[in-house]
């Protein structure tokens, strides 16, 4: 699993996102789930709640763990398989869990009060009744039990009833029946681009393509319906599991591209699984064929793994050594091998009944080399896929040219001119994909930054980029701003800049701020910066410092990422003034203009009433808050 | 109608207290534990609905301590009760030995959020 792409994705240079640790933990906690599923043992359900805390510390998608665990659970009760180790397994880690869960300041109470964590308590209460209702089936005679059925159900039915009554009515009084917005945009797709902007803009949330699945987890991708085959037929608790797991994150990672991160430990396993019951027949029927020599020969092709009874350590330690290779040991795989062994040692005696799954010899080992071959096309893909995709740090971009490589630096050379030639203490302000990146590299303040999670501040930011120049200058006055900065991507073809990203900026500021609206940026539904543009495209301040001085280039303001010439190409700025642009012009710096000292023929009907006096006092009232 | 309902009612009770008379007294010992622990957690919840439930973060950790030791004790129930085949080789030490370390864990994070 280390392998595998969209798992590297989360980390880029030796730097990760918090994702990384996740889903070790999130698979810590499963594997230690399953184990005390399987053992019932105390401890492993102590450990299994302790990993549970390590996730909600680390990762905001814990909320999936503490469903997909009561999922499971119900489901092994509705099919019947209800056992004490069940209840071991379950009842301790939704107690200790969700104490430790409200420990996190970030959940607090929200472990208790919020619709994501209800299944878990539903849950909980479902298993105490099943439980209690076995253990009265365990010491009652069965006549004796039907009477107690009818007594209980008759009771039981009117509680029930009262409770939920109760319960819908505190439920559905909060307008978003208790659910948060993140959760909410992942089980209704469409609830995010209607509600929250904000949330539906950025592009890991957005839906993936198919490609993208090829891309990140490759070969595993049709090794999983084999995997999903193989779990069926021994069905126990584990495995069942498994195919929930699978299941549940397929479709969320179908809603947001983010969560093929969350597929991706699933679709090893499985894969694990397939394999490993392929590469069981395969030997299988080689063994079975070869007599005698078989286990020398195996051995020393290295590669393929017997069942023999007398190699049963050995086979266990070359498997190991083949998955390491390729995937992530799974703890079930190799039980699952170990029950495979177990049914092997008396069938062997009944021949008869395994013809029908031996294969022909030359058919197996030709199997078992094709299958090596596809893990290493595997191997290949995955280290690929990490150098060219997601090893790219996106600070520094590069292209092929026929003259060789070409670097463009201009990220880097902005943030240097900044810590260089502004004050300490300057606020600059850009759209929020650079916070991070200027607060780091620049060492200024932002506005916003990619954690910002006050949404009216964000809107500001977009509301102040899609004015007109003076209406904009007043916003960024009131935030105290000193310069602003744009990445424009027209020069050079460079296509995440903020012209392309502008109309999340009107859609998450129209959002907050009523006057801002979409369809005044577009031309008959289309956006465009050409000559067709609507004028409030083309006086707007994103527009104006992007292109500012734009026709200079190369005397046609051609721009290649839209691919036509801009519409207004001469103007001047009023309120702001450009003092840097990067070799490339990929990053553009301005500055806020003093207000002016003094204002021809509008003193008089000017709002403030210290019009009469002096420019020094102007300056006061200039600073108004705008929004009063 | 009624009377049958009452005479099957009476006769359930019967058969119910027979059985649970023949477990064994250690396991009547913990039957007897978990019963307290859950009437505790009931005078909590009486408590908070009369007094008020400001230190929310109290409530909580009172409520989850009792429930959580209920449980426990419930789990160490299962895995001491010989009739309980699937847990046939586990030393009763070992069982106890895993419900203490438990209860350790969840009393350190109770006490951790009682505030």
């Known amino acids: 699993m280390q392998r595998v792409p969209s798992y590297i994705s989360r980390s880029v240079a030796g730097s990760y996102d918090n994702e990384a640790v996740a889903i070790f933990a999130l698979i810590f906690t499963f594997y230690l789930y399953i184990k005390t599923l399987n053992t019932g043992s105390l401890f492993y359900a102590t450990l299994n709640a302790i990993a549970y805390f390590y996730m909600v510390c680390s990762w905001g998608g814990y909320t999936f763990i503490i469903n997909l665990i009561p999922m499971h659970v119900l489901l092994c009760i509705v099919t019947g398989r209800y056992s004490s180790r069940l209840y071991i397994a379950y009842a301790p880690l939704v107690v200790l869990g969700t104490l430790l869960a409200s420990l996190v300041p970030v959940v607090g109470f929200n472990a208790v009060m919020t619709s994501e964590h209800f299944a878990s308590f539903l849950v909980f209460i479902i298993i105490h009744v099943v439980a209690l ?19 209980v159900v008759s009771i039981g039915v009117v509680v029930c009833g009262a409770v939920l009554a109760v319960l819908i009515a505190l439920v559905a009084s909060s307008p ?28 890991e949330h957005q839906p993936p393509t198919w490609p993208s699945y090829f891309m990140d987890i490759n070969v595993l991708a049709f090794l999983v319906p084999a995997g999903i085959i193989a779990c069926f037929s021994p069905l126990s608790d584990a495995s069942s599991f498994v195919i929930l797991y699978i299941v549940t994150s397929v479709y969320f990672s179908g809603v947001m591209v983010r969560l093929m991160l969350v597929l991706a430990p699933a679709a090893c396993i499985m894969s694990g699984i397939a394999l490993s019951a392929a590469f069981d027949v395969f030997t299988r029927s080689i063994k079975f064929q070869l007599p005698g020599a078989t286990e ?16 049963q350590n050995d086979v266990a330690k070359t498997e190991k050594n083949e998955d390491a290779v390729k995937e992530r040991p799974s703890k079930k795989n190799r039980k699952k091998e170990k029950e495979k062994e177990n049914v092997e040692k008396p069938s062997v005696k009944s021949q008869i009944k395994k013809k029908l799954l031996i294969l022909p010899l030359e058919a197996s080992i030709i199997a078992i080399f094709l299958l090596v071959l596809l893990g290493a096309f595997y191997v290949v893909h995955c280290v690929w896929a990490a150098a060219e995709a997601y090893s790219a740090p996106s600070i520094v971009l590069t292209s092929h040219s026929h003259d060789g490589l070409h670097v463009f630096d201009d990220f880097r050379e902005a943030y240097a001119w900044l810590s260089h030639n502004t004050e300490v203490d300057d606020k600059v302000a850009s759209w929020w994909d650079y916070g991070y990146q200027t607060t780091a590299m620049a060492n200024r303040t932002v506005i916003v930054d990619n954690n910002t999670w006050n949404n009216t501040h964000i809107a500001t930011v977009g509301t102040a980029m899609s004015s007109p120049e003076k209406a904009a200058w007043e916003i960024f006055n009131s935030l105290d701003v000193k310069y602003v900065l744009v990445v424009f991507g027209g020069l050079v073809g460079y296509p995440s800049d903020d012209i392309n990203k502008f109309l999340w900026m009107v ?45 200079e280039t190369d005397g046609k303001a051609f721009d290649r990422v839209r691919r036509t010439e801009i519409g207004k190409k001469y103007f001047k700025l009023t309120h702001f003034e450009e003092v840097f642009t990067t070799h490339h012009w990929m990053v553009r710096i301005y500055k806020l203009k003093p207000p002016k000292n003094r204002i021809r023929g509008r003193a008089k009907k000017s709002k403030s009433k210290a019009s009469s006096t002096t420019g020094t006092k102007r300056i006061g009232t200039k600073k108004k808050n705008p929004w009063h | 109608m009624a009377k049958s309902t009452s005479k099957d009612a009476q006769a359930l009770f019967h058969s119910l207290r027979s059985a649970y008379a023949s477990t064994p007294t250690n396991l009547k010992i913990i039957d007897l534990y978990v019963g307290f622990a859950v009437f505790t957690a009931l005078i909590q919840v009486v408590y908070m609905a009369v007094v008020g439930s400001f230190p929310f973060n109290s409530f909580l950790s009172g409520l989850l301590s009792c429930i959580g030791t209920a449980v426990l004790a419930v789990c160490l129930r299962i895995q001491v009760n010989k009739e309980n085949k699937e847990f046939k080789d586990l030393a009763p030490e070992r069982a106890f030995a895993d419900f203490v370390l438990c209860n350790l864990v969840l009393h350190l994070v109770i006490m951790n959020f009682l505030g």
């Open chain 1, 176 to 203: 978003t029946k208790g659910w948060s917005g993140r959760s909410l945009s992942l089980l209704d797709p469409t609830y995010a681009s209607k509600y929250i902007p904000i949330i539906a803009s950025v592009s």
């Open chain 1, 133 to 151: 209702v076995y253990y009265i089936k365990g010491i009652l005679s069965p006549k004796m039990f039907k009477v107690a059925v009818t007594f």
């Open chain 1, 507 to 551: 859609r998450i500021g129209g959002g907050v701020f009523p006057h801002i609206k979409e369809p005044d940026y577009l031309r008959d539904g289309q956006y465009r910066i050409d000559s067709q543009a609507t004028p409030t495209m083309l006086n707007c301040l994103m527009y104006k410092l992007s292109y500012y001085r734009f026709v």
């Open chain 1, 296 to 311: 020398n020969s195996e051995r020393d092709a290295g590669e393929t793994s017997s069942n023999s009874v007398v190699a």
